[in-house]
């Protein structure tokens, strides 16, 4: 956890983002970015919101394409992927989303089996035991019957979790996953990522602005704002940065180099004015 | 200047938006060939489309077919031919109200039912997260969904039409003192299975596609949000009454030839 490594620098990448600029909406979201995520190690991607982090997971699972630049995952360019070449390499991949995203017609145990009912032809006795084991893996085997609605936020999250690993995906993707969460579950879901990626050897990349927790598991991490990379580092290092963007956001201050205010014309030329 | 412009902007609209509509219809009819061995996926939908909307259209078809009773008995027993009850209901029916009102009671509670619940499980990241884990979601989602409905959409418009007759023979034969037999027989000798039955049919089943395609299309395209998903259900109520009323005219002109 405590070793000095850069992923940019590292050989031995699973996904490389290289100079990608992408538009949403007539908004640059990202600006010439550049870094590498490390193969099995737990890299966070830090950034204040509507910085770019979660159109970056985008990025990786081939759900936008960049209007310039690479990303390469695995030895693949995604955005030249077809179709049918993009499904086989997001059957080895996971993106827990924020909202868990369960199906709500499904109970805990058939949104479980949902991947490997969809992508495998097991035995049901098989299927029970697999899903029980990713059930259990979470704390969550007891609950099997129960439906999304009676779950709270972070049990949600945890039944995501355990549909997200039951394909034993090489990387997993986790977007905001302590947004939302009380103290104990936050601890519960840090736990769990840090188990995952040491039992299962996944490569994790946890996208966040909960700062503590967030270094709390992470090897490396990156913070992001403006649509570049503003910091990287140990989270160690991070922490201890004397760059004004990573202060202001490690510290959580209003004012810095992100500013307050957005941008608005005069003030009292605006209040003297009658019409919105 | 500026009008026209809008208008402009308005026609551009719609005929993109066509375009992606069709170009959606294509990937959900590809979808669908996918399904043939999972069908139970689609016998799942066509419960949840077709029984569940099997009440409503029950009791409107026995009340509009006891209202042709007693509406076409007023009529006819001026001209001294109320013995042609029967076949006036059965015809109404059959060729016109069967296929028209099931389609639009069908779009008033399957349709938005359909576009609320796609709409939702986008604006909850379920298709998202479906595609995500490499299942395409409308060959999982909509194309079953869509099946349904198109399967559901004829059987639902042949019931409706059989208790109307139903409720025109409770209140002609019953009420009003119609001959049975005159009843019945008018019926079977006026109603032909291939101009009347089979016109009804095609009715139906056209309208079924064109109402499940702008369901499944609507929630599919809304914006993710509880506003977005209001006004995509508001969408396919009012395009697929539209629609059915437009498409009704067309297909009675072609099978009637006379236009």
Redesign the interface.
Known sequence: MNQPRSGAQDGDNLVDIRDVRLSLGGRQILKGITFSIPRGKVTAIMGGSGSGKTTLLNLF?G?LKPDAGQVIVDGQSVPDLKTKEL??L??R???L???G????DLSVFENVA??IR??TRLSEPILRKVVLMKLETVGLRGARQLMPSELSGGMARRVALA?AIV?EPMMIMYDEPFTGLDPISKGVIAKLIRELNQSLGITSIVVSHDVPETCSISDYAYLVGDGRIIGQGTPAEVQQSKSEYVRQFMDGLPEGPVPYQYPAGDYVQDLLQGTA | MNTLRALGGIVINSVERLGRASLFLYEVLLGSWELIRRFYLVVQQVYAVGVLTLLIILVSGLFVGMVLGLQGYNTLVKFGSANSLGLLVALSLVRELGPVVTALLFAGRAGSALTAEIGL?KA???I??M??????PIT?IIAPRFLGGVIAMPLLAALFSAIGVLGGHLVGVGLLGVDAGAFWSQMQNGVDFRDDILNGVVKSVVFGVVCTWIAVFEGYDAVPTSEGVASATNRTVVYSSLAVLGLDFILTALTLGEV
């Open positions: 699972g759900r499904y086989e997001r059957k991949m996971a993106l989303f924020q909202t995203a369960l199906f709500t949902f991947p969809e992508h549909r394909m | 499980m909850t990241e379920q998202a997260g595609e995500m884990m490499a299942v395409n999982r």
